[in-house]
């Protein structure tokens, strides 16, 4: 909601006051339909050529990312590292050889039936199934585990900024494409030449709206929107780096409380449930 909102009062506050110290309205609204084209146009053939279909398929989930920002609250949080204490105290407790039953068929699994919305998340699920596998066929070198789920997470948040990127270079671009499409309409008017001052004026008026533009998309629409987006996946990502935290807390020796702990710590601020609630809900787990 704040990205609409910031949208609505970016455009009040650019239109409104131009309006309201009494700027001609008219030659904005004959000429920014056919910029708008000439731009807009433009800017999405560069952004076709410069991406492939399967980037252009993530561009209707980044617009949803940026509206509804990130997946995972303090709930969320609060749940995982509860999952997470459920599993490596189970390994602890009766053997690595436990956890079989729950990483083959996680769907039919009672710990996950616990987290349905863990358990649904198909990217969080395979997550911690791959390598609680790894755990149960005895990886246990904390440094190895740490890079391989280091590297994986990393090219993950590689691809997810991808789009972002995309649309940030897209924005760096428009300013240009506005001057591109000023530069058509100065040339319209040196046709044009002979007409009226008064006619030539409007028609220059109607050229630089197309750098105007050009500058508003880039810097008051795209380029945030780039940002926001950046910013919602750059956060889900700690999400699904906690796992790999906990993990490597426990392969290094920590108790699952501790390694649970160390991971609570790791929590965005913001997020960060307390010590007391953590704790709450690790004692309510019952380890068959």
Known sequence: MLLIGGLVFLLLCVFGSFAASGGAIMPLVKSMPFELITIMGAGIGTFLMGNSMSDLKHVPGAFKTAIKGPDFGRQDYIDLLGLLFFFTRLAQTHGVMALESHIETPMESTAFAAYPKIRDNKRVRNLICDY?????????????????MTRELSKNLKEDTHIAHSFQTLADALPALGIVAAVLGVIKTMGSISQPPEVLGEMIAGALVGTFLGVLLAYGIVGPLAVRINSVVEEDARYYDLIRVVFVAYLQGNPPQISVE??????????????EEIDTTISELAIG
């Open 262 to 275: 160390i991971g609570r710590k790791d929590i965005p601020v913001p997020l960060m449930p307390s010590f």
């Open 132 to 148: 609680l596998r790894m755990i149960s066929m005895n990886m246990d070198d904390a440094f190895q585990f740490d890079e391989v």
